[in-house]
Nanobody, 126 residues
């Protein structure tokens, strides 16, 4: 059974860093694009970043230069390194994968993905 599990969230002060992990089971993660999304209270889910199966990366303007997405195929895990965190980064963060292998492609649109993790809370506050 395909499963995505996020971890690494927590409480951090503005300017701090966190690294989120998205561990996959039931499928070989590196054949698929993986997206990171976030949802703050009262707001719609927004795309943050994705990494394609051929390691192309893409970032939302709001996180460009601060967040870095990467993958460790041996661990079947995708990471989201978040630096220079701001209070507006506070949200539940989710990783997602599509049902089919779409080589070289990815998206920041939630509808492009079929499988979702349970989310991990990130709170940026002093």
């Amino acid at each position: 059974q395909l499963q995505l599990v996020e971890s690494g969230g927590g409480l951090v002060q503005p300017g701090g860093s966190l690294r989120l992990s998205c561990a996959a089971s039931g499928f070989t993660l590196h054949y698929y694009a993986i997206g990171w999304f976030r949802q703050a209270p009262g707001k719609e889910r927004e795309g943050v970043s994705y990494i394609s199966s051929d390691r192309r990366t893409y970032y939302a303007d709001s996180v460009k230069g601060r967040f870095t997405i990467s993958r460790d195929n041996a661990k079947n895990t995708v990471y989201l390194q978040m630096n220079s965190l701001k209070p507006e980064d506070t949200a539940v963060y989710y990783c997602a994968a599509p049902r089919r292998n779409k080589y070289g492609l990815g998206s920041l649109q939630a509808g492009w993905y079929d499988y979702w993790g349970q989310g991990t809370q990130v709170t940026v506050s002093s």
